[in-house]
């Protein structure tokens, strides 16, 4: 299997960073620096949520925006490789997220809240491609690949006998599906012990998508269709340990 993949992945990755890598280096030798590795590592850091959620029915429309940090952590799996000055890596990932966010509360002409509005995501993972250049040891990269998240939209009432924009009285309905989307971003990753023991740092923007409900309401008998937009940034720093070179 590894003498199977070894010139697979070496054509692949010259056909992506030779143009890089002819640009960056004014010296080209015909012996150049080329390796990789097999790394696993443990990745955390802020998430910052850019959302929207709107109910509508017809002309009428509840808007609220939706931003709040929260925390991931879990863990990567991938390959990297350099070719003379160029770098280039596929990685996998998979982490914990604690975004737990009230997004707006509207309440009725007595003051019982009958539409709190709730964001929560607590699982996410995902595949990239990194592309880039060595300065040194340090490589700086883009990257671009898919996130996929398991978003949850939870609407509640807590009025005893009317229905509010399609909710029912005294209820707490949650909503869960899995969305996915592309990211794009940028980081650097460097040695901090020998060549075994990397550094990695990064910013990316992720795309899920919406979550959408539609929920009759029987006071009205008028349909609203609720939506959760959801983006998030996130700024992630992860420790990876070089387990096989090739």
């Known amino acids: 299997m590894k003498l199977f993949f070894k010139p697979v992945f070496w054509g692949c990755l010259s056909t992506f960073v030779f143009p890089v890598w002819g640009v960056l280096s004014g010296n080209y030798e015909e012996q150049v620096e080329k390796g990789g590795t097999v790394y696993i590592g443990i990745l955390g850091g802020p998430a910052a949520?850019?959302?929207?959620?709107?109910?509508?029915?017809?002309v009428n429309t509840v808007a609220f925006d939706a931003g709040s940090t929260s925390g991931i952590i879990g863990g990567s799996l991938g390959?990297?490789?350099r070719f003379g000055v160029g770098y280039a890596a596929i990685e996998g990932n998979i982490a914990y997220d604690t975004l737990d966010q009230m997004i707006g509360l509207l309440t009725s002409s007595i003051g019982i809240p009958n539409h709190v509005i709730k964001a929560k995501n607590s699982l996410i993972g995902?595949?990239?491609v990194k592309l880039g250049f060595f300065a040194d040891e340090a490589a700086i990269y883009g990257l671009a690949g898919f996130s996929a998240g398991r978003w949850t939209l939870g609407l509640e009432n807590d009025s005893a006998l009317s229905y509010s924009r399609g909710i029912q009285p005294q209820s707490s309905l949650y909503f869960n599906q899995i969305h996915?989307?592309?990211?794009?971003?940028?980081?650097a990753r460097f040695p901090i012990q020998w060549d075994w023991l990397i550094f990695d740092m990064q910013?990316?923007?992720n795309w899920y998508g919406d979550l959408t409900v539609n929920l009759r309401d029987l006071g009205t008998d008028t349909v609203w269709s609720h939506t959760l937009r959801n983006n998030q940034h996130m700024f992630l720093f992860s420790l990876n340990f070089a387990f096989w070179d090739f």
């Open 180 to 187: 996915a989307g592309p990211k794009v971003g940028a980081g």
């Open 126 to 128: 995902g595949a990239l």
């Open 79 to 81: 390959i990297d490789a």
């Open 49 to 58: 949520f850019d959302g929207r959620y709107t109910a509508q029915q017809g």
């Open 203 to 205: 910013y990316s923007y």
